[in-house]
């Protein structure tokens, strides 16, 4: 009977890791091809240079997965009119949705904080 509590603790250190795996949130970068390397390199899942519809099926998938996700994207993606980006904006929750400027040129971010931050201080730097 020595082994019983080494099993136990196995049983219990196994349903630690099975719980902790359930639990992970999953990290996706959407857009382009110039950052998508950087943010693969990190541990990201990346979607180079998607079309509209991939973005609307990558959002899709987490919607139906019930994953908990961290996705960055990129402005493009941001303006890409996909329905369930869209849906996933709205409900908030379990998938986080940030946008980021492109490498070069002007920055034009689209999300709630920006439009509140317009709004407050008159800024018209939105295309």
């Given at each position: 009977m020595v082994d019983a509590p080494d099993s136990t603790a196995d049983k219990?250190?196994?349903?630690?890791?099975?719980?902790?795996?359930?639990?992970?949130t999953r990290m996706l970068f959407l857009g382009a091809d110039s950052l998508a390397d950087g943010f693969r390199l990190i541990g990201f899942e990346t979607h180079?240079?998607?079309?509209?519809?991939?973005?609307?099926?990558?959002?899709?998938?987490?919607?139906?997965?019930?994953?908990?996700?961290?996705?960055?994207?990129?402005?493009?993606?941001?303006?890409?009119?996909?329905?369930n980006l869209a849906r996933v904006r709205r409900e908030g929750g379990r998938i986080v949705v940030i946008a980021i400027p492109p490498l070069a040129g002007p920055v034009?971010?689209?999300s709630e904080v920006a439009d509140r931050l317009r709004a407050m201080f008159g800024s018209s730097t939105r295309g």
């Open positions: 219990t250190r196994a349903n630690a890791q099975a719980a902790a795996e359930q639990q992970a180079a240079n998607p079309s509209p519809q991939d973005v609307d099926q990558v959002f899709r998938q987490l919607r139906q997965s019930r994953d908990k996700a961290f996705v960055i994207v990129d402005e493009d993606v941001m303006r890409s009119g996909a329905a034009q971010l689209e």
